[in-house]
């Protein structure tokens, strides 16, 4: 034990004196004071502008808006939200079986199979989040679950991605690679100035976030590059893998961010039903 705190003191006598440097401190200020200007920057003038524009599109003044806002304010009420969106997830997941079915060479380990699991998934992980009985009876962490379940999915689709470029392309990883950054590097930015900082959420949440958002990007990423190695036949993959991040940036901005967004739940599925459309697709013409 002697020997142990003798080899482990020179390393904390250097740590202690790089914490004491002016030259770290002052980086982690100006870290902390650009992550604060990104964060004034979208409640002031993106969130603002953003809602605006999204009031006037949806909430016009125009007499046809008001009537046909009025009819769908009364249907969506007789029924209720979640009955609308387990059943596109439903239709959904019954789209990716039928494409596993009749795709050209379908069967398990193609592109479509793999889609298919992860909408399965992406189902049990959907029920989960909207609370769909019986899903709610007996989980009280549902937000936790859903993460674990959509990370799953995730998985899944990063598996289909990786098999399709490793099919087409040279034996190159490095486009794949740079796109995985990108994406990875913009969440971690969003994370830091967003979500982190949100001490009004559990931290557990907020920590889970991390490693489902390095998996978004993974994903994203790898859809980017097969439409690159593809000459633009992947082209439905990448769009169903932007929007995907698009759809869970939001999902964690609404539900473990500091900054309330107008609509998110309506924005939410505009975005998450075209990406799983849009990957079902772009499997089965892979």
């Known amino acids: 034990m002697r020997g142990s705190r003798w080899y482990w003191a020179?390393?904390?006598e250097a740590r202690a004196r790089l914490m004491r440097s002016p030259f770290l401190v002052h980086v982690l200020r100006l870290v902390r004071r650009v992550c604060g200007k990104l964060r004034g920057l979208w409640q002031v003038g993106l969130a603002?502008?953003?809602?605006?524009?999204?009031?006037r599109l949806t909430l016009g003044d125009a007499p046809v808006l008001a009537g046909l806002r009025a009819k769908l304010a009364a249907f969506v009420h007789a029924r209720g939200p979640v009955w609308f969106k387990i059943r596109i997830s439903t239709a959904l997941l019954v789209a990716a079986c039928l494409a596993m079915?009749?795709?050209p060479g379908g069967g398990v380990g193609t592109p479509s199979a793999w889609v298919a699991l992860g909408m399965?998934?992406?189902?049990?992980?959907?029920a989960l989040l909207m609370r769909y009985p019986p899903a709610r009876r007996a989980v009280r962490q549902y937000f936790l679950w859903s993460i674990a379940f959509f990370a799953a999915a995730q998985c899944c689709y990063i598996r289909m991605l990786y098999g399709l470029y490793a099919g087409a392309g040279d034996g190159t990883h490095w486009p794949m690679?740079?796109?995985?950054?990108?994406?990875?590097?913009t969440a971690m930015v969003a994370m830091c100035a967003f979500i982190l900082p949100n001490e009004h959420q559990p931290l557990v949440l907020r920590l889970a976030a991390i490693p489902y958002a390095l998996?978004?990007?993974w994903m994203?990423?790898?859809?980017?590059a097969v439409?690159?190695?593809?000459?633009?036949?992947?082209?439905l993959l990448m769009a169903g893998g932007l929007l995907f991040y698009l759809s869970d940036a939001l999902v964690t901005q609404a539900r473990l961010g500091s900054v309330r967004l107008r609509y998110a739940d309506f924005w939410i599925w505009v975005t998450y039903a075209p990406a799983q459309l849009f990957l079902i697709l772009g499997a089965a013409h892979m």
Do not use: K, N, Q
């Open 48 to 55: 603002e502008g953003v809602g605006g524009w999204l009031d």
């Open 101 to 103: 079915v009749f795709s």
């Open 177 to 185: 690679w740079l796109a995985v950054l990108i994406y990875a590097g």
């Open 10 to 12: 020179p390393w904390r």
């Open 120 to 126: 399965g998934f992406s189902w049990v992980g959907d």
């Open 220 to 224: 994203a990423g790898s859809a980017v």
């Open 215 to 217: 998996l978004v990007s």
């Open 227 to 235: 439409c690159v190695v593809t000459v633009g036949r992947g082209a």
